[in-house]
Structure formats: C-alpha cells, structure tokens
C-alpha cells in the first residue's frame, strides 16, 4: 500500500486566501484524523472520523477550519479566510480500528501564510 | 493542561551507548501508550507501543518501560545509532482513538 497521502506538500499563500489540504487514507482504514503541528503546541488533533462520518471536531481552532470527508478514500481540511498563524504543518493520520492504536502519518502538509 | 508530557526538548548520546527518553502522563485512565519517531519533512511512524496491563515491553533495541504509579513511562534505545537522530513522541490513549501526544524529544546520536 501506498500509505497515507497528502496533497500539497508544501503551500506559500497569503493572507485572506482560501487554502484546501487534501488526504487520501490507507485504503480500508475506517478512522481518518487531522493534526496540526507547531512548535508552540507540539500535534494537535483538529477532528477525526469514523466512516467518513466527524466525530470530534472539539479541536478545530475556529470556524474558518472546516474538514469534509466525502467518501472512504478522500478527506479535505479547508482553512477560509487563511491567516499568518495557520502557518504549521498539517498532518493526515488513519488508522483500522479494530487493528489495534497504530496511527498511519501522511509525509504532511507544510503551509505558510504571509 | 498537558496530560503528556516529555520535558527533555532534546537529548544528546554517543553513538553505541543507551538512550532514554522520558514521558509523563497525568490521566490515570489512560490504558494505551504510544511511542512514535519524526524524521525531519517526514510524518511521524510508529515505533513501539506498551498497554497499561504491562509494564515492559521490548522489540529489538527498543524497549518501553511502564511505571503506572509513578505515572511515568522511558523508552530505552541500545545501542544508539545514527539513524535513531529523530524527533520521539510520546503518545497516550484511552478507549478510543483519541491519542494525546507529548511536545516531543529531539535525539541526536553523536557519532
């Protein structure tokens, strides 16, 4: 398997703009999570699902981060308006859940809002 | 509230000695412990993981050590080599799949 894919990379945007990350789990994972990373905060969870299904979405910072899970093999973390204090890398976990607490990691997604 | 933490940032071995990092917990309900290894513009893997019903357990020169009543859990590396030069993260959970994570400890092997 391919293991967890992240799209983009990286991303440089400015201020006010609308940024979407986008993830593909490891096929038949039925739990899907968002994390971001600073250095300040370490890994946040952002929101998790449970076929495609949000189950925790407590750790969102605020309403212009949104997550969609259209279907088992695709997710999308959208931050509208972007700010400079978005700036972080934004991971994509996924996990089986009856196989035991290993969480699978994306490469992640590094951006940066100037 | 940090209900892990891992308050070494970082840590410095000689490459061929035992490196340990340390983890504490503050959740007693915690019930499933996780250590995970982050290599620079990489995501985190997993590296070895322990249940409270044990309180060691070992996968080759790596070893997680478990002290509930300390509320306190290591992970040994022997013998450290260069590869080992990541960031750990500690990580916890309880029933779910919810895991809290430390801020990290950055290794690096000396050679």
């Known amino acids: 398997d391919a293991g967890v894919i992240q799209s983009p990379r990286h991303e440089v945007t400015e201020m006010g703009q609308e940024v979407t990350l986008r993830c593909k789990p490891i096929?038949?994972?039925?739990?899907l999570f968002w994390y971001r990373q600073t250095m300040m905060r370490g890994l946040e969870l952002l929101i998790y699902?449970?076929?495609?299904?949000?189950?925790?979405d407590s750790g969102m910072p605020e309403d212009r981060f949104s997550a969609k899970m259209p279907n088992a093999s695709f997710s999308t973390l959208k931050i509208q308006p972007s700010e400079p204090r978005d700036s972080a890398v934004y991971f994509c976990a996924s996990i089986l859940g009856t196989a035991g607490n290993t969480i699978y990691f994306g490469e992640g997604s590094w951006l940066t809002v100037v | 509230d940090q209900q892990v933490k891992q308050n070494s940032p970082s840590l410095s071995v000689q490459e061929g000695r035992i490196s340990i990092l340390n983890c504490d917990y503050t959740n007693s309900m915690f019930d499933y412990f996780l250590w995970y290894k982050k290599y620079p513009a990489e995501g985190p893997t997993f590296l070895i993981s322990i249940s409270s019903i044990k309180d060691k357990n070992e996968d080759g020169r790596f070893t997680v050590f478990l002290n509930k009543s300390a509320k306190h859990l290591s992970l040994h590396i022997v013998p450290s080599q260069p590869g080992d030069s990541a960031v750990y993260f500690c990580a916890a959970s309880y029933g779910n799949y919810q895991l809290i994570w430390g801020a990290g400890t950055k290794l690096i092997i000396k050679p």
């Open positions: 699902f449970n076929n495609n299904v949000p189950i925790d």
């Open positions: 096929s038949g994972h039925d739990y």
